[in-house]
Nanobody, 122 residues
Framework: QLQASGGGSVQAGDSLRLSCAAS????????MGWFRRTPGKEREFVAA????????YYADSVNDRFTISRDGAGNTVYLQMDSLKPEDTAVYYC?????????????????WGQGTLVTVSS
C-alpha cells in the first residue's frame, strides 16, 4: 500500500513537499515515481527515482523546480516542489515501478497511491 500526503493549497511561488510511504512490503529494490492528473487530461509523468536513489528523471515542465528523493530504507519517496505555478495544480500520485530503473512510461508502474491534491493559485 502506498500512502501519499503533503498536498494543499498554496500561492504561486510557494513550496510544498509531498511524501509517499509504502507499507505492507518493501519496495526498496524498485524505482518509484510521481505522476499528476488534471481534469480532462491523462495522467502525466512528473519525476522518477531509481532504486538506489542515484538516478533521477524529471518532466521538462518541472525540471529545476521539483526534486525527487527517497529515504535510506527506500520505502518513502518525496517530491519537493518549489516555485510552484498555477499549472502545477493537479492530483499527484506516487507509484512503484516494475523494475529498478526509473522511467516516464506510465505502464511501467505496478502500484499506485491514492493521490494528493495540490492547488496553486495566482
Amino acid at each position: 500500500q502506498l500512502q501519499a500526503s503533503g498536498g494543499g493549497s498554496v500561492q504561486a511561488g510557494d513550496s510544498l513537499r509531498l511524501s509517499c510511504a509504502a507499507s505492507g512490503r518493501s519496495f526498496s529494490s524498485y524505482a518509484m515515481g510521481w505522476f499528476r492528473r488534471t481534469p480532462g487530461k491523462e495522467r502525466e509523468f512528473v519525476a522518477a527515482i531509481s532504486w538506489t536513489g542515484g538516478r533521477t528523471y524529471y518532466a521538462d515542465s518541472v525540471n529545476d523546480r521539483f526534486t525527487i528523493s527517497r529515504d535510506g530504507a527506500g520505502n518513502t519517496v518525496y517530491l519537493q516542489m518549489d516555485s510552484l505555478k498555477p499549472e502545477d495544480t493537479a492530483v499527484y500520485y506516487c507509484a512503484v515501478a516494475r523494475g529498478s530503473t526509473g522511467t516516464s512510461r506510465l505502464e511501467y508502474y505496478q502500484y499506485w497511491g491514492q493521490g494528493t491534491l495540490v492547488t496553486v493559485s495566482s
